[in-house]
Structures are given as structure tokens and as C-alpha cells.
């Protein structure tokens, strides 16, 4: 896309690059055990009352953190 809109001159002003933040390290409580969700949202409908919806937020990956 941005190829196409400097092709016909328009410019884009891009946002200066974030600085990275210091990795936070895992709560007491919390374990790094791969592939077990540690965040997740389930919600009903009134009106569906045999529906529901599940959201996963964060999965902790297979992989290990250095």
C-alpha cells in the first residue's frame, strides 16, 4: 500500500520507532509451562442461551525464554 500512495506522490508521516521496554519477569504465582494458557475470556448470551464465546488473550509458547 505504501508502495502504491508514493507512486501517485502522496506521503505517509511515519511514528518514530518505540523504544524496547525491559522483559517484566513472570509473577511468583505463575509458572512457564509450555502450551498452557494463562489468560482466557469465556462469555454467554442472554439471548443465544446455548452460545457462548471463548477468547484466548495469551498462550505461553512451546519455547523457552532466555
Known sequence: MLRVLQATGITVVERPLREC??????????????????????????????????AVMEVVSTTRYS
Open 21 to 54: 521496554r525491559p522483559r517484566r519477569e513472570l509473577p511468583e504465582w505463575a509458572e512457564l509451562v509450555p502450551g498452557v494458557i494463562t489468560i482466557y475470556d469465556l462469555t454467554h448470551f442472554l439471548g443465544l442461551p446455548r452460545w457462548c464465546v471463548i
